[in-house]
């Protein structure tokens, strides 16, 4: 848990939540059916997964609990909603005022039904954050442009250690790559997917 704890207090959701938002715009309808590197989700699937993970870890910032934080995340393929260009912007605002305030990173709190604390939900919801906005970028050809402290503290959740063992149910086995590759290619890697991913693969 240490390792989660020293980097809290620099995080910040927004320049992660602000590359997801940057996307919509790029993303066609056309585009919806498309395949992502999450082999069961199409993009619509995606962004549907999106926005349930921000309303989801805005409430647990909140501690507003209730079936939005306590829907285990394989409950089944989420729906993406006909309004979600207008709907997923303005709810990213709100994920990320949430964990502004002081009191959702105190005591425990709860997201995907599981109890954790609440520094540690923060940093689940920034990966998850920076992973589907690679996801989203990747899918639908546009260029992710990841912010070195958001992907820092990604790459740190994600490595394993004593302190901190891989969460194996979630992710993939790790895809090898260069020690000096660029690090938004480690944290990706890191993840299990491949930063070479491209649609049709």
């Not at 993406?80 to 502004?100: K, Q």
């Not at 302190?163 to 890697?189: E, H, M, Q, W, Y």
Request: net charge negative; proline share 10%.
């Amino acid at each position: 848990m240490d390792t989660y704890t020293e980097t809290t207090p620099t995080i910040d959701l927004e320049p992660a939540a602000r590359q997801i938002a940057a996307l919509l715009d790029g993303i066609g309808d056309q585009q919806l059916d498309g395949p992502t590197p999450c082999p069961e989700y199409a993009v619509r699937e995606l962004l549907a997964h999106v926005a349930g993970l921000s309303t989801a870890f805005r409430d647990a910032a909140r501690k507003d609990f209730g079936p939005t934080t306590d829907t285990p995340a394989d409950a089944g393929l989420p729906v993406l909603g006909e309004d979600w260009r207008e709907t997923l912007p303005p709810l990213l605002d709100e994920l990320v005022t949430a964990w502004r305030d002081p009191a959702a990173r105190q005591g425990m709190t709860r997201a995907g039904s599981v109890d954790l604390p609440g520094e540690v939900a923060l940093l689940v919801a920034l990966d998850e954050l920076v992973i589907h906005g690679w996801d989203l970028a990747r899918s639908t050809g546009q260029k992710y442009e990841g912010d070195e402290a958001s992907l820092r503290a990604s790459l740190a959740m994600l490595t394993p250690s004593d302190g901190n063992p891989r969460p194996d149910s979630i992710f993939g086995p790790p895809v090898k790559v260069p020690d000096d590759a660029p690090l938004v290619d480690r944290t990706i890697a890191m993840s299990g997917r491949r930063p070479d991913w491209e649609p049709g693969d």
